[in-house]
Structures are given as C-alpha cells and as structure tokens.
C-alpha cells in the first residue's frame, strides 16, 4: 500500500532522489543534484514542506515539489514512477496539497506547463487547474551582427538604480522564475544578475536585466523602457547590442503578450520557440 507525506527540511537528499526517480517529462529531463536543488529553494522558494513524496515499501513511487511566496504557491513538478502510473498517486499529492494550503493559504496555486506536454496539461485539468494564458519562449543565436550602439551609452547598474528609474511594471502576469522575487533572490545568493542601462538625456531609456550562470546561453530575465515609440526602439537596440557583447545564443523565457507583443519581439530581431501554459487554481479544503 503507497504512503504519502509532506517533507522537512533534512529531507532534500531523498527529494533530490525522488525527482530523479520518478520525474520523467516528456522530451526527459537532467537530473538534479543537491546544489542544483538547493539552487531551486533560493531562487524560486522551493518549499520543502509544500513537497511531498510518495512510497510503497521501500520504493520512491512519486514525488511533488512546489515553491510558496505570500500570494501564491507554485508546482514546479509531479512525477510517478513508470511502473505505478494510472493508480492516482499524482493526483493524490496534488489533492493533498491543495487541502493543505486551503487551511495555510495561499489559495491561489499555479503551474507552467511546456505546451507539447499534453499529458501534464490534461492531468492539471483533471485536478480542477484552468488555463489562462500562455507565454513565449524568444531567442537571439549567434553569430550577432556588430552592434552600431555607442558603448558610452550603456551604462552598468544595480536592482537599487533600476527600481529608482521610474520605469512602469511590465507586465501582469510573468512566470515565476522571472518575477521581481526571483530576480532579487538571484542576485542576493548567486550574484549573477547583470543591469545594463540605456541613458537618454536626464533618464534611462531602457534597460536589460540579465543572468549569466549557465555558461550556455545567457538569459534576459526582465525588459525595461521608457514607453514611448523611441524608448521602445531603444530596448531593442539594447538588447542587440547586448547580444554582440558575447557569442553564446541570448534567450528570453515565457514572455507573454503584455511584456512583449509578438511584432515588437520580431522587430527586435527575436526568433520565437516554445509555448508554455500558465496554468493555475484555488486550494480547496478536505
């Protein structure tokens, strides 16, 4: 008979287990080591007591992980063994935490499902969860054309002057793990975070925000301009500009329409890739 419980603190060796025992998306997956997981807890707020793995005996069958912030819970994965699929063990986890935080709150929960995954989608949607919206993946590959931007407009920043330039929010409804939260977080554990500014005049017209971990790819994490038709040409030539600064692929991940419209990411020069759902739903009680 399987067995299910929430986790603690001491039991990220045996969640870092169960995701790679049982966690198989479709397309596969690397599989995550402790500080790859610790990585999870800082930057997203994995939460290890929103996790929760399922046994039978000995045996890891299933696994849930899920990162909390005050007004909103995020499942980040749900995996089932190959070998007790079908038996709802994944919608057993997913039950239980929504009955937990109907009682702790928050309430809302959401998830962020590639859109080729057919199977995650349907099974969320069997578990009361509705599509909202979805989101783009955007990127720039090399080789970059020579950017013909004056370097002494671009000026190098941090978060403190970026929240000081007055620009407008962005957008309503941006992933989790490009949300403001996650883009402090980053900065204040790994340091990777990069403000590269645009002035014009007596303000800064645009700004990129930008990540440099995987050494890969570099990632743009936020946008930022003025507003006006002129700003927004700006960020664009900021952004390639940014590009030629190196010769790694630059990409821009689960964009929706409010941040950036597909035409002006075209405009940029961003080639357009996969599609994810946002996917979300409100915990209900036992």
């Not at 070998?83 to 057993?92: A, I, M, S, Y």
């Not at 090399?142 to 000026?155: D, G, I, N, Q």
């Amino acid at each position: 008979m399987a067995s299910y419980r929430f986790c603690r603190s001491d039991d990220v060796p045996l969640l870092v287990r169960a995701h790679n025992e049982c966690f198989h998306p479709p397309g596969g997956v690397d599989p995550v080591d402790r500080d790859g997981f610790k990585w999870w807890i800082r930057a997203l707020e994995l939460w290890t007591s929103s996790c929760m793995v399922a046994t039978e005996g000995t045996r890891l069958i299933g696994v849930l992980l899920a990162a909390k912030r005050e007004n909103e819970s995020c499942v980040l994965a749900v995996g089932v063994h190959p070998d007790f699929r079908h038996l709802d063990h994944g919608r057993h986890m997913v039950t239980s935490l929504s009955q937990k935080l109907a009682i702790l709150g928050p309430p809302r929960i959401r998830a962020e499902v590639p859109s080729g995954n057919e199977r995650f989608r349907e099974f969320l949607e069997h578990c009361d969860y509705t599509v909202r919206r979805s989101h783009t993946d955007y990127a720039l590959e090399p080789p970059f054309v020579e950017s013909t931007l004056p370097k002494e407009m671009v000026a190098e920043i941090d978060l403190d002057e970026l929240a000081g330039a007055g620009f407008s929010e962005i957008a309503t409804e941006l992933p989790w793990g490009r949300q403001p939260r996650s883009i402090a977080r980053r900065h204040e554990y790994f340091a990777t975070v990069r403000v590269l500014a645009l002035a014009g005049g007596d303000r800064f017209e645009a700004a990129l925000v930008t990540d440099e971990n995987d050494p890969a790819r570099r990632k743009i994490l936020a946008v930022h301009h003025a507003g006006d038709e002129r700003a927004i040409a700006l960020a664009g030539r900021l952004l390639r500009y940014y590009a030629s600064t190196g010769r790694t692929p630059v990409v821009w991940e689960r964009v929706h329409e409010s941040e950036c419209p597909a035409a002006r990411a075209v405009g940029w020069g961003l080639a357009s890739g996969e599609e994810t759902l946002l996917l979300d739903t409100t915990a209900i009680p036992a």
